[in-house]
């Protein structure tokens, strides 16, 4: 048990990003047709989510510093967004399972999560007195603010279809309201992500796997996005809204897509012109989760506004979010291994580093 309680001391924050890539590959698989992948991927889900609450929880109890040295990291403190993110993902599998009653004690639990992580970290972040330069201290972790809300505000806009009114109206107010939080916080950080793009040094391992979420965090704005339209008649407000709703949708897809390209050549020149060795590393599922939920986003956008135009694109991203899953599962899978057998054999010094999120 030696290797668990390093994997649960060493836990990295952004870890749940597993549990966000295992999601959104469920739900694009479904939306896709290949309905007993979805199944089986939720299962999994469910066991992975469960497992890492048990690592979380036993850090906190028996790894409380390093836990609060992480949470007060300008680097690694974001991560611990993606739990509230994976809680929002694993509500919404639940709901196409009909499961609506544990996915509302789902939503519940992730708006808990949110509120407390949320001002926590920024809380901290912002007083805190020794803080490093731009370059050093942010990464495209901290967009997990953004996927974060965003998953409460997809998760509301779900559930607001299965309540009665007034309680309709009221959760849908709520999925408006994280809506436009979310977008808010993109604008804020990406635009500090951009800067230091452009104007600091960038190496091959400062191109870390999470800056996929500079295009995750706007495919899920716009899935949430969709959601409000096509929840319009349910709520007066987004009745109101639904030229604003429509445009900045596509706003924020045009902009997701806009990644895609200098992205996969960043990625390009990391491995192939620079040759940064290509082995499994945690932060890969964050790059996973971006390439469903574009899959995810584009699928409902084209049903909200009638742009069967544009289905071809899910239809071929969902191949590269199932492909990308299975390397990156096979990465997880080999890598547990090799952790199992150095510490079956003392003799052999163990890597206990991690990588930053």
Not at 191 to 207: E, G, H, N, Q, V
Request: net charge positive.
């Amino acid at each position: 048990m030696n290797w668990l309680a390093k994997g649960a001391r060493g836990l990295s924050p952004a870890y749940f990003a597993l549990v966000m890539a295992t999601g959104i590959v469920s739900i694009a698989s479904d939306r896709a047709g290949f309905r007993t992948i979805a199944a089986v991927l939720l299962w999994l889900n469910a066991g992975q989510y469960l497992v890492l609450w048990i690592l979380t929880s036993w850090r906190l109890l028996r790894y409380r510093q390093s836990l609060a040295d992480d949470l007060t990291d300008h680097r690694s403190g974001p991560g611990f967004l993606s739990a509230v993110a994976a809680t929002g993902v694993v509500g919404n599998q639940l709901i196409l399972a009909g499961a609506y009653d544990l996915a509302f004690g789902f939503w519940i639990f992730g708006l808990f999560l949110w509120i407390t992580l949320t001002y926590a970290i920024f809380t901290n972040l912002t007083i805190k007195e020794n803080k490093p330069t731009i370059d050093q201290g942010i990464t495209g972790a901290w967009l997990l603010a953004v996927v974060s809300t965003q998953s409460i505000a997809l998760l509301s806009a779900l559930l607001a279809r299965h309540f009665e009114q007034p309680l309709r109206l009221h959760i849908n107010f709520v999925a408006l309201t994280m809506w436009l939080w979310g977008g808010m916080m993109y604008i804020s950080i990406i635009s500090l992500i951009f800067y230091r793009y452009m104007f600091f040094k960038f190496s091959p391992a400062d191109f870390v796997p999470s800056y996929w979420i500079n295009m995750g965090a706007m495919a899920i704005s716009t899935l949430a996005g969709s959601l409000l339209i096509e929840n319009a008649a349910d709520a007066w407000f987004l009745e109101t809204l639904i030229p604003f709703l429509k445009g900045f949708t596509i706003f924020f897809w045009a902009a997701g897509t806009w990644w895609i390209p200098m992205l996969l050549i960043l990625g390009v020149w990391r491995h192939l012109y620079r040759g940064f060795p290509l082995s499994y590393d945690p932060s890969y599922w964050s790059a996973v989760f971006p390439l469903g939920m574009y899959t995810v986003c584009t699928f409902e956008m084209s049903r909200a506004m009638s742009l069967d135009f544009l289905l071809f694109i899910p239809r071929v991203f969902v191949y590269l979010a199932l492909l990308a899953w299975a390397t990156a599962f096979f990465g997880l899978i080999k890598s547990l291994v090799s952790s199992l057998i150095r510490d079956m054999q003392p003799g052999l010094e163990s890597n206990t580093s991690r990588p930053n999120f």
